[in-house]
């Protein structure tokens, strides 16, 4: 660890104009280090050709890495590398760093196994093994929660750091009187595909109006699937804050995500969760609903096998105690495990 200015490179295939947890996250820690007197690189897809990802082509694959990143590192001359992702470029920068004795850290965000099994007929313990070799000369593999610590060590992998995430309460925060009127509004917001669970909630039977606010290869089905639905598309910025805000429940079906960073944004916004019991709102929300701080005792989520009943119970509780519980993921915390983390190269 080091008290002087880094130069950091964080490497990641996804990037803008993508909209999911995974570049919040690298977005907002970009702009906390910054705050923090450092220089921070990134090595996204953007630099590079790209081709669109197969079944997912909004998601864009650099291609032409083997020229071009050498000459880049090598020109920014950097003091630690972070690879976020596991995609192709987070494969070069991964042989590049052991071809030059460059140490590196990486994170696990996606639970890329699950996500592939959902999407092919190959059981996920199949991939393992792939995503166990990318992180095995990792110094570090920062991963967000304990019980997707705990799965990776079942799994074979070394070096597990613990890495929690943050919100920005100055863009998401309570833009609505506590009171509910009407039918109450039951908002979804992420990735619109088939590993995010959506239809378990589109099948809720709770009464209210459901909104969902993403983009996806899905999207086109289940607006037809289910036409009573509000496809609103993807929202950013104060519309996005807005939308948590105006809500009277946030409904998150995945049973998949590691984290879930959109259950602490929409908590900042004032709006309840409802969820699933599985590893993401285990850890952030907790078994009973008041999150995994020992100094908070308020209920600020519901959750259950049974998401109509998660919603009836999220709906119920107080809107303040929400919007105060996701105060205690902040930003400058979620930038201070990351350096601590990183291996530094001596200058």
């Known amino acids: 660890m080091t008290d002087r200015p880094l130069r950091i490179c964080i490497v990641t295939d996804a990037w803008h104009p993508q909209v999911n947890g995974v570049v919040r996250t690298l977005d907002s820690l970009r702009k906390e280090l910054k705050s923090m007197g450092h220089r921070v690189y990134m090595l996204t897809p953007k630099m590079f050709k790209t081709m669109p990802c197969p079944t997912y082509p909004e998601i864009r694959l650099a291609w032409n890495t083997v020229g071009r990143l050498p000459a880049i590192m090598k020109r920014w001359q ?69 019980t997707v610590r705990q799965l990776l060590r079942d799994k074979g992998f070394k ?68 036409p009573a639905v509000e496809f609103l598309g993807a929202k950013f910025g104060d519309e996005l804050a807005k ?50 701080f020992s100094n908070w005792h308020t209920q600020i989520a519901a959750l259950s096998e049974n998401l109509d009943s998660a919603i009836k119970e999220a709906l119920k509780l107080e809107r303040k105690a929400c919007a105060e519980f996701a105060q205690l993921y902040n930003w400058e915390t979620v930038a201070e495990q990351f350096i601590s983390a990183l291996s530094i190269q001596p200058r």
């Open 159 to 226: 070096n597990i750091v613990p890495w929690t995430r943050g919100v920005d309460t100055n863009v998401f925060h309570p833009h609505k009187p506590a009171e509910k009127v009407g039918a109450p509004v039951q908002l979804y917001v992420g990735r619109v595909a088939v590993e995010k669970n959506i239809e378990a909630f589109l099948a809720c039977e709770t009464p209210g109006k459901k909104i969902v606010v993403g983009d996806g290869p899905a999207i086109a089905k289940l607006k037809e699937q289910y």
């Open 243 to 292: 939308a948590y805000a105006s809500a009277d429940v946030f409904v998150f079906p995945s049973k998949t995500d590691t984290f879930g960073l959109v259950m602490i944004e929409a908590l900042a916004s004032g709006t309840p969760v409802a969820a699933y019991p599985v590893q993401g709102p285990l850890d952030v929300l907790g078994a009973d609903g008041k999150g995994p």
């Open 78 to 146: 950097v003091d630690a590398v972070h690879i976020a992702t596991e995609g192709p470029l987070g494969w070069a920068a991964r042989k590049w760093c052991i071809k030059n004795n460059q140490a590196f850290t990486t994170a696990y965000h996606t639970a890329f196994p699950e996500y592939i099994a959902a999407r092919t007929i190959f059981p996920e313990n199949l991939f393992y093994p792939i995503f166990r070799r990318f992180h095995a000369p990792s110094a570090g593999v920062l991963v967000a929660t304990p």
